[in-house]
T-cell receptor, first 110, second 117 residues
Framework: KQEVTQIPAALSVPEGENLVLNCSFTDSAIYNLQWFRQDPGKGLTSLLLIQSSQREQTSGRLNASLDKSSGRSTLYIAASQPGDSATYLCAYQGAQKLVFGQGTRLTINP | NAGVMQNPRHLVRRRGQEARLRCSPMKGHSHVYWYRQLPEEGLKFMVYLQKENIIDESGMPKERFSAEFPKEGPSILRIQQVVRGDSAAYFC???????????????FGPGTRLLVL
């Protein structure tokens, strides 16, 4: 069974902190792994995509790593801001579809 | 270049009615995916379509649900005789080529929130 687990389910931190969101997956035959942001009542915004042959990707204050052998990915957010408050979803690309975790609900307190 | 369009954005139906959800992919995209997000859960794959073909419907419930992507017009996800458990957000995504060539992203629409009373 294909599964993606995200820990923690929810996280609340003060503004300015660096934080790490975790994602683990059971399927070793992934093509890529993506991190998305979802705001309440909105669609998904792709943040970072890591190909299966890559180890990490960076975009601004975001850094995502991928370790296929252990089935883990992390999203690192530096110097968090209130605007970072959202649900963060991790998903891997299987043959025809994306398999999503249940998300981490992040709240950054001013 | 407009993104993926979905309509309606919100849909209210009573039990037993039919729900039709529409998805217009990004310009130049010929592959459409439907996902369902139940409350407090992640997105679950439902179906993958190309123009006039269903490629993978392994995530579709066996009854009451159907999807199409005609040669002309939007992709339609149809739910017959809705029940309260169908209440969810339904997201459509599109891509320009068949995966997994390249590390391309599926581009998501804003979703349709279905509420069954």
């Amino acid at each position: 069974k294909q599964e993606v687990t995200q820990i923690p389910a929810a996280l609340s931190v003060p503004e300015g902190e660096n934080l790490v969101l975790n994602c683990s997956f059971t399927d070793s035959a992934i093509y890529n792994l993506q991190w998305f942001r979802q705001d309440p009542g909105k669609g998904l915004t792709s943040l970072l995509l890591i190909q299966s042959s890559q180890r990490e990707q960076t975009s601004g204050r975001l850094n995502a790593s991928l370790d296929k052998s252990s089935g883990r990915s992390t999203l690192y957010i530096a110097a968090s801001q209130p605007g970072d408050s959202a649900t963060y979803l991790c998903a891997y690309q299987g043959a025809q579809k994306l398999v999503f975790g249940q998300g981490t609900r992040l709240t950054i307190n001013p | 270049n407009a993104g993926v369009m979905q309509n309606p954005r919100h849909l209210v139906r009573r039990r037993g009615q039919e729900a039709r959800l529409r998805c217009s992919p990004m310009k130049g995209h010929s592959h459409v995916y439907w996902y369902r997000q139940l409350p407090e859960e992640g997105l679950k794959f439902m179906v993958y379509l190309q123009k006039e073909n269903i490629i993978d419907e392994s995530g579709m419930p066996k009854e009451r649900f159907s999807a199409e992507f005609p040669k002309e017009g939007p992709s339609i996800l149809r739910i017959q005789q809705v029940v309260r458990g169908d209440s969810a957000a339904y997201f459509c995504a599109s891509s320009p080529r068949s995966p997994p060539r390249d590390a391309q992203t599926q581009y998501f629409g804003p979703g349709t929130r279905l509420l069954v009373l």
